[in-house]
């Protein structure tokens, strides 16, 4: 029997208020992605205030000021210990230190350590997690870049749950060109990330990832390091 020009009437308000629903909500998840890489990418480009005093710092290899501010730290007396996470496997503390733009001084190398088995984020919380229990670390700044750190304090916070964590970005040298394309790519990959880090992603299709990323990323020895 066809159908009666009400019940038609009827189907096309469901359909017009489901197609309105569907692109309410749409519409909504766009302005929310949107608003919050415009904080993301704000927050990115924060200042790092002086950090407490801590038992350790861990500062993570990939962008440039990292090392170098992590060592500067150090001298300073913030921190008791170091640890670099995610340097090359074949990296010795004594090659890695010369290479450093400026001088290390050799009462900073006996509380310096190498990490060499990080080549993800997730490597680097697992890798400092283990350095942590190590050395009996109880407090810990985190020395990344400020696009980045937000990342690494909520893995590193998953892997060591009873360490306070002080973040310590660093203004990446992309972010002077913000318009510029490579920077917004790296922005909206890295806000992107993050979002992921916080609904667990990362852990729970790290077998898959590890399926299809064999390579070791780690950076080698040299300047460019940091």
Known sequence: MAAS??????????????????????????????????????????????????????????????IEESLRLLARGDADRLLISGVDLHATLGDFLRHQPQPVPLRLWSRTTLGRRATSTLGNADETAAWVRDHDIHSLIVVTAGYHI?????????????????AYPIRSPALRHLLHPA?????????????????????????????????????GIGPHMG
């Open 150 to 166: 937000r990342r690494a304090m909520l893995e590193i916070s998953r892997t060591a749950p009873d360490v306070r964590l002080h």
């Open 5 to 66: 020009p009400a019940m038609k009437s009827r189907l096309r308000v469901r359909t017009r208020l489901r197609r309105t629903v569907i692109g309410t909500g749409l519409l909504v998840a766009i302005i929310a992605w949107v608003s919050g890489l415009g904080w993301f990418i704000h927050d990115a480009m924060r200042a790092p205030a002086p950090p407490p005093h801590s038992d350790g710092i861990v500062a993570l290899t990939g962008g440039q000021g990292r």
């Open 183 to 219: 920077t917004l790519r790296l922005m909206v990959l890295e806000y992107d990330k993050w979002l992921l880090a916080c609904l667990d992603m990362a852990r729970l299709t790290r077998p898959v990832h590890t399926l299809f990323n064999h390579g070791d990323t780690r950076p």
